[in-house]
């Protein structure tokens, strides 16, 4: 496995991250989000739909769980596993259509289906905290892994 470390100091930096990721992919990949409520994995999809040339409007799609958006360099499916997980079949058949697949609160899978998510990449976001545990204000901790057995393993990023 893999593993890059990221601090990030405002929304943008975040948003630009997404961005440059998601700059590197030219093939479909399977991308798992997590991190505490507001940490900010909306703001990393919505730079990553920007990388990828989406053009529609990104928000949260925690109420509908799945929002779909096929006007970008590859078809981008923007999934919230906050309240609704959905299948692996499910995940399968966006893949199939060579998607990228970017699940919010990827974690609530294993829960649900007491299985693991064969994911290509694994983000967790963390607000960081001063010596004394009080959160700092807009910096955010962000690790990214590649499993040894995902398609971004070979990737060069960032
Ligand atoms: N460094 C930062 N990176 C990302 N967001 C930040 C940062 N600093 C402050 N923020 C703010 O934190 C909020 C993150 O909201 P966002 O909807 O992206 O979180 P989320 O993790 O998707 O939450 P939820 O679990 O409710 O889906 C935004 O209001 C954003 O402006
Ligand atoms: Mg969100």
Redesign the pocket.
């Known amino acids: 496995m893999k593993r890059i470390e990221k601090v ?4 943008e ?2 948003f630009q991250m997404g961005k440059e990721l998601a700059l590197k992919i030219n093939s479909p990949v399977l991308i798992g989000l997590s ?11 919505k730079g990553f739909a920007s990388g990828l040339e989406v053009k529609e409007l990104i928000t ?1 799609p ?1 109420f509908l769980g799945i929002s779909e958006s096929f006007s970008g360099r590859l078809p981008f499916i923007h999934m ?1 596993f ?1 309240k609704k997980v959905v299948t692996k079949d499910m995940i399968q058949f966006y893949m199939d259509k060579k998607s990228v697949v970017l699940i ?2 990827f974690e609530n899978f294993v829960d649900v289906f007491k299985e693991e998510l064969d994911l290509d990449m694994r983000m967790y ?1 963390q607000y960081l905290k001063d010596t004394g545990g009080n959160i700092i ?4 901790q962000i690790q990214i892994e590649f499993p040894a057995n995902g398609k971004a393993f070979n990737q060069q990023i960032f």
Do not use: C, H, Q
């Not at 204000?137 to 955010?140: E, F, G, I, L, Q």
């Open positions: 990030s100091n405002n929304p930096e975040t991190g505490e409520l507001g940490s900010g994995k909306t703001v990393f999809a949260s925690t919230d906050y919010e609160w976001i204000d807009n910096m955010r």
